[in-house]
């Protein structure tokens, strides 16, 4: 990987504040050709979001990516998120941009500038998931280099901000449909908190996709399964 595709920098969950959990009804939201399956929410009633915390900015974090990229009738979702929807998630399609993956049920979709997508988790702030895409000149995920260096690189200097301890707990690649996808999964580790998080890259049609998933370390042991199901169902279509 080119150096002048990775920067330092540094991120920031920001999420959309005074949302209130509270039961309601489905119902389907279409945004930029997609549609969403999210719940309803109001300002009265129910048990109020957890604050925003802290990771960095957001921005600088996308700034890097975009380095990287130039080193360079939405339905339910195919592929690995399947035309069968399991129970406890929701399907995002995307056949003009060319993705699809499931998040789970009952996260709601918060408007980040410059994300594709951003859905969180009202309660707890770090359980979230976000997808951006950046124009890249290569062809193939693999030509970024090895998954093991490049997570190594990306942990240090891009995906984790400088002010926290980032460390790479595993580095894989997968293969769907001829298209390769890598995935990292990694600990980012602030003062007062862990998060647990799973990246997935993948290149296809001049376009570097990035979704990233994660939760409080506390509270990994409960959520990993359902969030490496999450980074698996990505899929290019």
């Not at 990229?69 to 129970?87: D, L, N, Q, W, Y």
């Not at 998040?103 to 980040?112: A, C, D, K, L």
């Not at 580095?171 to 001829?178: L, S």
């Amino acid at each position: 990987m080119e150096k002048s595709c990775l920067m330092t920098t540094s991120t920031t969950l920001r999420v959309a504040g005074g949302l209130s959990r509270v039961p309601a009804a489905c119902t389907p939201r279409q945004r930029n050709g997609r549609t969403m399956t999210t719940r309803a929410t109001h300002a009265d009633g129910g048990r109020p979001t957890a604050s925003a915390t802290s990771t960095g900015d957001d921005l600088g974090r996308r700034q890097a990516l975009s380095l990287l990229a130039m080193g360079a009738s939405a339905t339910v979702a195919g592929g690995e998120a399947s035309a069968k929807v399991p129970a406890g998630y929701s399907p995002v399609k995307n056949v003009q941009k060319g993705y699809a993956f499931l998040y789970p049920f009952g996260w709601q979709e918060v408007s980040v500038d410059g994300a594709e997508v951003t859905v969180k988790d009202i309660i707890e702030p770090l359980e979230s998931l976000s997808l951006e895409i950046l124009p890249t000149n290569k062809e193939s995920i693999t030509e970024y280099g090895a998954i093991k260096p490049l997570a190594e690189n990306l942990v240090k200097q891009v995906l984790v901000p400088p002010t926290q301890e980032g460390t790479v707990l595993n580095a894989e690649e997968r293969e769907n449909e001829g298209l390769k996808y890598y995935t990292i999964e990694y600990t980012a580790k602030a003062k007062n908190f862990t998060r647990h998080s799973l990246t997935v890259l993948a290149v296809q049609k001049g376009k570097l996709y990035t979704i990233t998933t994660g939760a409080n370390e506390r509270r990994w042991p409960k959520m990993q399964d359902k969030l490496k199901f999450v980074a698996k169902s990505f899929t290019l279509l």
